[in-house]
């Protein structure tokens, strides 16, 4: 006997009202809109803690290659922070390629706290598909006292649109 393999050759599949639920690039790859392409993470879980006075710090970063055009791209990230004061305020975000994208107010207090944000989702991330995109970390004291953080964790999804 023998083995027969058939191939079923698409681009894209549609309802039967026209509505596109999914396609195929050029690579093999599957865009299905709305669904996570690929997860991307970094942690620093080892380091000491890290003293930000009045000043931003980026501890750790990750490079995600783009698998998919027009993609969009949600950030998570995560650390533990605890402050000297509550003067002001400590900010976290994320960083793409070293530009400020986004930042966020943390909880304002003096004891340890495990301080996380999900952001928007990035629709306006540039990049064509294998480009190289460097997702970072971002910390920010806005005052003159010790703020004190370590245990940085970020997570980036790529999302197919």
Not at 29 to 37: A, C, E, L, S, T
Not at 85 to 101: D, E, K, Q, R, V
Not at 111 to 117: E, I, L, V
Request: glycine share 8%; aromatic share 6%; hydrophobic share 35%.
């Amino acid at each position: 006997s023998s083995n027969h393999m058939s191939n079923l050759l698409v681009q894209n599949i549609k309802h039967t009202n026209g509505t596109s639920a999914m396609s195929l690039d050029s690579g093999g790859r599957v865009n299905i809109p709305g669904y996570i392409v690929q997860v991307a993470t970094v942690s620093d879980f080892t380091s000491g803690e890290t003293t930000l006075n009045n000043a931003s710090t980026n501890l750790v970063n990750v490079n995600v290659t783009r698998k998919v055009a027009g993609s969009a791209f949600l950030v998570r990230y995560e650390c533990v922070i605890n402050r000297a004061a509550t003067s002001n305020w400590h900010y976290l975000g994320y960083n793409i390629g070293g530009s400020n994208i986004a930042e966020v107010k943390a909880k304002d207090d003096n004891s340890w706290h495990t301080q996380s944000k999900t952001f928007a989702l990035n629709t306006s991330v540039s990049g064509d598909v294998g480009a190289t995109i460097n997702f970072a970390s971002h910390n920010r004291n806005g005052a003159s006292h010790n703020d004190s953080i370590f245990m940085p964790n970020l997570i980036v999804m790529e999302i197919a649109q």
